[in-house]
C-alpha cells in the first residue's frame, strides 16, 4: 500500500524507489516505513534534498550475488543462490546476520539489510549494516549435507568479509553449528585466525555468553521499559510468542523471570496453548534438542491445546492475551490479526522478528492505543550483543554471562530512552515506531554529512 507524505523531497525519492524496485515487496515496505515516519525530520532540514541524503541512504552501497554449488548425500551436484548485501558502512564494518531458507531473495535480503542500518545504529555502537543468506533449506539435510553447503558458501563469500570490512552473523536457519562450518572454512582459506570475522560463535572458539539469549532477553528489557513509561509492569500479564527458536525461547525465560505467564508459542505448523503456562524446558527438548515440530509438547502435556495452521493462517494471535510478541518471521502478524488482538484485550506487542507486523497492523495497533516495541529498536539485542563478541575478540578477551547480560540491559535501556525521547521531540510522544526511525536516522544523517559523498 503506497503511504502518501506531505513532503515533496520525500515524494520525489519514494516515487522514483517504488519505481526502481517495484518487483521488491519486502524491500519497499521496509523504505517506506522509515521515509513516511521520519518526515518531521526532512521538513525541518531541507538541505537534506541538495545532500542527496535520502537517495544515498535507500542504496546499498554493494550488492553481490552468486552461486552455490554443493554435493548432496546421493553425490547429486545441487545450485543454491547467494547473497550479501553491503548496505552502509556508516558508522563501522558491515554487520548483520545470514539467513538460509528457501524465501530467501534479493527484496527480502534488502530489507534485511536495510532495517540492520537502523537497528545497528540505536544500539550506540561502532557497526554499519548488512545481511546475507541463500535459498537453501536446512530442514532435512543430514550434518554431511550442511556442512557441505557452508563450505561452499564460504568459499564465495571469504572474499567479501573480514573483521574490519563485513562480519556476518546467524539469522533463520544459521545458529551455532553453521557458523562453525562457516567459521572453520575461512579460517582454511585465509590461513589466519581472524576471530572477530563472524559472531555466534561457540564459546570453545571465541564466542561470547548470552549470545544465544540476547534478542530474546532485549526484546524483554526493552517491553519493561516501555510498559514502565506508562504505569505498567509485566508481573502477572499473560503473554502469547510465535516462534519457537531462539528468539522465542529465550524471550518466553526472561518472560517468566519478569513475572509473566506464557501460555502460547508456535511455529509454522501451528501452536500450543497451556493454560497453565508454557513448560519451556519442554519446547527446548522438543526444538534445541530433538528438532521436531511443537505439537509434541502435547506427547508430555496432554492438557495442553494444540491449533493447526491453515492456509497459512496464524492461529496463536487468536489467543486471549495481555502482551503478544511475534518472534517468528516477516509480515506474520496482518491487520486481521491486529483487529483480533485488540478485541481480545492486548496491551502491548513487541517485535522479536525482523518486521513480523505488516505495516497496517502496527498502524492499527499504535491508532488504537497499544504499546507497540519496533523490531529494529525491540530486538536489536541480538546484534548488540554481536558487538560485544567483537569486541571480546580484540582484546582475546572473555566476559562473563553477567557482564554480558548488564551491558545488554543498559544497551537496551538506552534504546528505550532515546526512541522516546526522539518521538516526544517531534511530537509522535508514544509512538516507538517513528521514535526508532527517526532516532536512527539522525545519526545516520549526521555520519553521512560528515563524510562527505561517498
Known amino acids: 500500500m503506497e503511504r502518501l507524505v506531505m513532503n515533496e ?22 523504505v517506506e516505513e522509515v521515509l513516511t515516519s521520519i518526515e518531521p525530520v526532512i521538513n525541518a532540514h531541507p538541505e537534506f534534498e541538495k545532500l542527496a541524503i535520502l537517495e544515498r541512504m535507500v542504496e546499498p552501497e554493494r550488492c553481490i550475488l552468486f552461486r552455490v554449488p554443493w554435493v548432496n548425500d ?29 524465501s530467501v531473495n534479493l527484496s527480502i535480503m534488502k530489507f534485511l539489510g536495510f532495517e540492520q542500518i537502523f537497528k545497528n545504529a540505536l544500539t550506540g555502537l561502532p557497526i554499519g549494516g548488512a545481511k546475507g543468506g541463500s535459498d537453501f533449506d536446512p530442514k532435512g ?66 564466542g561470547s555468553l548470552a549470545r544465544k539469549e540476547a534478542t530474546g532477553y532485549g526484546l524483554m528489557f526493552f517491553m519493561r521499559e516501555m510498559l514502565k513509561k506508562h504505569g505498567k509492569s509485566l508481573d502477572g500479564k499473560t503473554v502469547t510468542i510465535s516462534g519457537s527458536g531462539n528468539v522465542a525461547i529465550y524471550a518466553c525465560q526472561k518472560a517468566y ?38 505439537k509434541e509438547y502435547l506427547n508430555f502435556h496432554p492438557n495442553a491445546q494444540y491449533f493447526e ?37 492486548v496491551i502491548a506487542v513487541g517485535e522479536g522478528a525482523n518486521m ?18 519496533p ?27 553477567e557482564e554480558v547480560e548488564h551491558k545488554l540491559e543498559r544497551i537496551m535501556i538506552n534504546i528505550f530512552n532515546n526512541c522516546a525521547k526522539a518521538s516526544e521531540e517531534f511530537g509522535h510522544s508514544g509512538n516507538y515506531l517513528d521514535g526508532a526511525n527517526i532516532a536512527a536516522f539522525k545519526q545516520l544523517s549526521d555520519a553521512m554529512k560528515a563524510q562527505g559523498v561517498v
Open 9 to 30: 523531497y520525500l515524494n520525489k525519492v519514494l516515487e522514483k524507489t517504488r519505481r526502481l524496485n517495484e518487483e521488491q515487496p519486502e524491500y519497499l515496505q521496509a
Open 74 to 102: 546421493a553425490g547429486q551436484v545441487i545450485v543454491n543462490r547467494g547473497y550479501r548485501i553491503q548496505y552502509s558502512s556508516l558508522i563501522g564494518p558491515y554487520k548483520g546476520g545470514l539467513r538460509f531458507h528457501p
Open 141 to 206: 539435510k543430514s550434518e554431511g549435507e550442511i556442512m557441505r553447503f557452508c563450505q561452499s558458501f564460504m568459499t564465495e563469500l571469504y572474499r567479501h568479509i573480514g573483521q574490519d570490512v563485513d562480519v556476518p552473523a546467524g539469522d533463520i536457519g544459521v545458529g551455532a553449528r553453521e557458523i562453525g562450518y562457516l567459521f572453520g572454512q575461512y579460517k582454511k582459506i585465509k590461513d589466519a585466525y581472524e576471530g572477530g570475522v563472524l559472531t555466534g560463535k561457540d564459546i570453545c572458539y571465541g
Open 257 to 294: 523471570a519478569m513475572g509473566a505467564k506464557v501460555v502460547a508459542m508456535s511455529d509454522s505448523n501451528g501452536c500450543v496453548y497451556d493454560e497453565n503456562g508454557i513448560d519451556l524446558e519442554t519446547i527446548k527438548k522438543i526444538k534445541e534438542v530433538q528438532r521436531g515440530r511443537i
Open 309 to 345: 495452521s491453515v492456509n497459512s493462517s496464524h492461529p496463536i494471535w487468536n489467543i486471549k492475551t495481555d502482551i503478544a510478541l511475534p518472534c517468528a518471521t516477516q509480515n506474520e502478524l496482518n491487520i486481521e490479526e491486529a483487529r483480533v488482538l485488540l478485541k481480545n484485550g
Open 356 to 373: 513480523p507486523c505488516t505495516y497496517e497492523a502496527a498502524k492499527y495497533l499504535i491508532e488504537n492505543g497499544v504499546l507497540f516495541a
Open 375 to 401: 523490531a529494529k529498536a525491540a530486538n536489536a539485542g541480538g546484534v548488540a550483543t554481536s558487538a560485544i563478541e567483537m569486541s571480546q575478540n580484540s582484546m582475546r578477551y572473555y566476559y562473563t554471562f
